[in-house]
């Protein structure tokens, strides 16, 4: 048994629907705002990612990503 803490996205009331595409899309965006502005090192930017990681499947997180590196996804410089 691994003794890493299980953690969850915390509720968002900004996203009160089961579908969590646009929460993923949002904590996606602001993981890389918040670095953007407050650099590599803030630790404070982990919490999108932990939210994002755990709201978006593997398949969009690669398609936002490849979005990023190409410089076409909205709101996000690469």
């Keep these: 048994m691994s003794s890493e803490a299980l953690w969850t996205a915390p509720y968002d ?8 595409t646009r929460a993923c899309w949002q904590h996606y965006k602001d993981f890389f705002k918040c670095k953007e ?3 590599d090192g803030f630790e404070a930017c982990n919490y999108f990612k932990n939210v994002y990681e755990r ?3 593997s398949e969009l ?5 490849e979005w ?4 076409i996804f909205p709101g996000v410089k690469k």
């Design 13 to 20: 009331a900004r996203f009160p629907n089961a579908n969590q």
């Design 37 to 39: 502005v407050k650099g």
């Design 55 to 57: 709201l978006c499947d």
């Design 61 to 65: 997180i690669t398609k936002y990503d």
């Design 68 to 71: 990023r590196e190409a410089g």
